[in-house]
């Protein structure tokens, strides 16, 4: 069982920075058993893929409306992974959501719908 727990959302202005943080707590497996994502929902759309990372962040993915702009990163040390989110704009506003994907299905980590475990999610609002 993995717990997830967001931190870090906010309130910016555009163009202004934040980084976003997801604490992992695993009870049977190690935390390199699994890839990481983040997700986010804007208010009346659905849940769309922001970035990935593999199991040792040796790779890493971003959707077209955030690469070159945000950069994941992990720390299995801790246990944590991280959005670090540069120039945001107005369409970054959401909800993001960290997710745990069990290694193997590492091929499907564009899908929501493969990840295994959510935290409740961290709210980023940038102002125009």
């Known amino acids: 069982q993995v717990q997830l727990v967001e931190s870090g959302g906010g309130l910016v202005q555009a163009g202004g920075s934040l980084r976003l943080s997801c604490a992992a707590s695993?009870?049977?497996?190690?935390?390199?058993?699994?890839?990481m994502g983040w997700f986010r929902q804007a208010p009346e759309k659905e849940r769309e893929f922001v970035s990935a990372?593999?199991?040792?962040?040796?790779?890493?993915y971003y959707s077209d409306s955030v690469k070159g702009r945000f950069t994941i990163s992990r720390d299995d040390a801790k246990n944590m992974v991280y959005l670090q989110m540069n120039s945001l704009k107005p369409e970054d506003t959401a909800v993001y959501y960290c997710?745990?994907?069990?290694?193997?299905?590492?091929?499907?980590?564009?899908?929501?719908?493969?990840?295994?475990?959510w935290g409740q999610g961290t709210q980023v609002t940038v102002s125009s």
């Open positions: 997710a745990a994907l069990y290694g193997s299905n590492w091929p499907w980590y564009l899908k929501s719908q493969m990840y295994d475990y």
């Open positions: 990372i593999n199991w040792n962040g040796r790779a890493a």
């Open positions: 695993i009870y049977e497996r190690t935390f390199t058993t699994y890839a």
